[in-house]
Protein backbone atom coordinates (compact mmCIF):
# COMPACT_ATOMS: atom_id res chain seq x y z
CA UNK A 1 0.00 0.00 0.00
CA UNK A 2 1.09 3.59 -1.16
CA UNK A 3 0.14 6.43 0.85
CA UNK A 4 0.21 9.87 -0.75
CA UNK A 5 -0.27 13.25 1.36
CA UNK A 6 -1.85 16.83 0.04
CA UNK A 7 1.48 17.77 -2.06
CA UNK A 8 1.37 14.21 -4.13
CA UNK A 9 -2.33 14.70 -4.71
CA UNK A 10 -2.03 18.14 -6.13
CA UNK A 11 0.16 16.47 -8.72
CA UNK A 12 -1.96 13.70 -9.35
CA UNK A 13 -5.18 15.97 -9.59
CA UNK A 14 -5.93 19.24 -11.66
CA UNK A 15 -8.81 20.88 -8.70
CA UNK A 16 -7.26 23.31 -5.98
CA UNK A 17 -8.59 25.03 -3.15
CA UNK A 18 -11.58 25.27 -2.52
CA UNK A 19 -12.36 22.22 -4.75
CA UNK A 20 -9.90 19.64 -3.50
CA UNK A 21 -11.79 17.24 -1.28
CA UNK A 22 -8.98 14.36 -0.77
CA UNK A 23 -6.50 15.59 1.95
CA UNK A 24 -4.50 12.08 1.53
CA UNK A 25 -5.00 8.72 -0.10
CA UNK A 26 -3.51 5.42 0.61
CA UNK A 27 -3.34 3.03 -2.82
CA UNK A 28 -4.33 -0.63 -1.93
CA UNK A 29 -4.39 -2.38 -5.41
CA UNK A 30 -2.46 0.24 -8.23
CA UNK A 31 -4.95 1.44 -11.10
CA UNK A 32 -7.65 -0.52 -8.90
CA UNK A 33 -8.70 0.27 -5.82
CA UNK A 34 -7.65 2.96 -2.97
CA UNK A 35 -9.16 4.96 -0.13
CA UNK A 36 -9.18 8.77 0.35
CA UNK A 37 -9.63 10.78 3.80
CA UNK A 38 -11.08 14.49 3.91
CA UNK A 39 -11.08 15.99 7.22
CA UNK A 40 -14.33 17.77 7.43
CA UNK A 41 -13.99 20.60 9.24
CA UNK A 42 -16.14 23.58 10.90
CA UNK A 43 -14.98 26.22 9.17
CA UNK A 44 -15.50 24.91 5.59
CA UNK A 45 -18.03 27.44 3.60
CA UNK A 46 -20.21 25.62 2.75
CA UNK A 47 -20.87 25.12 6.07
CA UNK A 48 -22.40 28.99 6.18
CA UNK A 49 -25.30 28.36 4.14
CA UNK A 50 -26.38 24.31 4.42
CA UNK A 51 -27.84 24.51 6.67
CA UNK A 52 -27.26 27.45 9.63
CA UNK A 53 -27.62 26.14 12.89
CA UNK A 54 -27.62 22.14 11.93
CA UNK A 55 -24.33 22.44 9.34
CA UNK A 56 -24.70 19.29 6.98
CA UNK A 57 -21.94 18.61 3.97
CA UNK A 58 -23.63 18.50 0.91
CA UNK A 59 -24.52 15.25 -0.99
CA UNK A 60 -22.85 16.38 -4.09
CA UNK A 61 -19.69 17.46 -2.37
CA UNK A 62 -19.38 13.83 -1.12
CA UNK A 63 -19.98 12.35 -4.60
CA UNK A 64 -17.04 14.46 -5.80
CA UNK A 65 -14.88 13.21 -3.03
CA UNK A 66 -15.65 9.67 -3.66
CA UNK A 67 -14.69 10.97 -7.68
CA UNK A 68 -11.51 12.23 -6.31
CA UNK A 69 -10.33 9.67 -4.67
CA UNK A 70 -10.80 7.12 -7.89
CA UNK A 71 -9.34 10.27 -10.02
CA UNK A 72 -5.86 9.65 -7.91
CA UNK A 73 -5.96 6.11 -8.22
CA UNK A 74 -6.26 6.22 -11.81
CA UNK A 75 -3.74 9.07 -12.18
CA UNK A 76 -1.55 8.07 -10.16
CA UNK A 77 -1.00 4.35 -12.28
CA UNK A 78 -1.27 6.48 -15.46
CA UNK A 79 1.40 8.91 -14.77
CA UNK A 80 4.36 7.22 -15.53
CA UNK A 81 2.41 6.36 -19.47
CA UNK A 82 3.41 8.02 -22.67
CA UNK A 83 0.39 10.17 -22.27
CA UNK A 84 -0.44 11.14 -18.80
CA UNK A 85 -3.34 12.28 -18.02
CA UNK A 86 -4.27 16.05 -17.43
CA UNK A 87 -8.39 15.92 -16.72
CA UNK A 88 -10.80 13.80 -15.33
CA UNK A 89 -14.15 14.44 -16.14
CA UNK A 90 -17.77 12.69 -15.21
CA UNK A 91 -19.86 11.09 -18.08
CA UNK A 92 -22.71 9.20 -15.01
CA UNK A 93 -23.27 9.00 -11.83
CA UNK A 94 -25.71 6.36 -10.92
CA UNK A 95 -26.60 4.03 -7.37
CA UNK A 96 -26.35 7.49 -5.65
CA UNK A 97 -27.52 6.33 -1.79
CA UNK A 98 -27.16 9.33 0.83
CA UNK A 99 -27.28 7.31 4.14
CA UNK A 100 -26.29 9.34 7.00
CA UNK A 101 -25.38 13.28 7.54
CA UNK A 102 -21.76 14.19 7.34
CA UNK A 103 -21.29 16.78 9.61
CA UNK A 104 -18.19 19.27 10.95
CA UNK A 105 -15.12 17.61 12.60
CA UNK A 106 -15.07 14.12 11.71
CA UNK A 107 -13.20 12.56 8.51
CA UNK A 108 -14.72 11.35 5.46
CA UNK A 109 -13.41 7.89 4.34
CA UNK A 110 -14.03 7.48 0.94
CA UNK A 111 -13.24 3.63 -0.56
CA UNK A 112 -13.34 3.34 -4.62
CA UNK A 113 -12.87 0.63 -6.81
CA UNK A 114 -12.63 0.15 -10.15
CA UNK A 115 -15.27 -2.22 -11.78
CA UNK A 116 -13.95 -1.75 -15.54
CA UNK A 117 -12.23 0.31 -18.37
CA UNK A 118 -12.56 0.48 -21.92
CA UNK A 119 -10.17 2.98 -23.63
CA UNK A 120 -10.29 6.12 -21.65
CA UNK A 121 -13.04 6.01 -20.11
CA UNK A 122 -13.31 4.29 -16.22
CA UNK A 123 -15.92 3.19 -13.82
CA UNK A 124 -15.73 2.94 -10.23
CA UNK A 125 -18.20 2.30 -7.07
CA UNK A 126 -17.60 4.32 -4.40
CA UNK A 127 -18.45 3.93 -0.73
CA UNK A 128 -17.89 6.98 2.20
CA UNK A 129 -17.92 6.38 5.63
CA UNK A 130 -17.49 8.45 8.89
CA UNK A 131 -16.07 5.95 11.29
CA UNK A 132 -17.28 3.09 10.27
CA UNK A 133 -20.61 4.44 9.14
CA UNK A 134 -21.53 3.99 5.31
CA UNK A 135 -22.76 7.81 4.61
CA UNK A 136 -23.47 7.65 0.94
CA UNK A 137 -22.27 5.46 -2.16
CA UNK A 138 -22.54 5.74 -5.77
CA UNK A 139 -20.95 4.53 -9.34
CA UNK A 140 -19.98 6.83 -11.73
CA UNK A 141 -18.19 6.52 -14.98
CA UNK A 142 -15.21 8.97 -15.98
CA UNK A 143 -13.03 10.12 -19.25
CA UNK A 144 -9.58 10.51 -18.53
CA UNK A 145 -8.35 12.44 -21.42
Same mark, same amino acid.
Given at each position: ??? &????????????????????????????? #??????????????????????????????? #???????????? #??????? #??????????????????????????????????????? &????????????????????????
Amino acid at each position: MKV &YNRDDILRLLPHRDPFLWVDTIEIIKRGE #EGIGYKNITRDMDFFRGHFPGNPIMPGVLQI #EAMAQTAGCIVN #EFLQDGP #ERPTQVFFMSIDKVKFRQMVVPDCQLRMYAKKVKSHGKV &YVFEAEAFVGDKLVSEATFSALVS
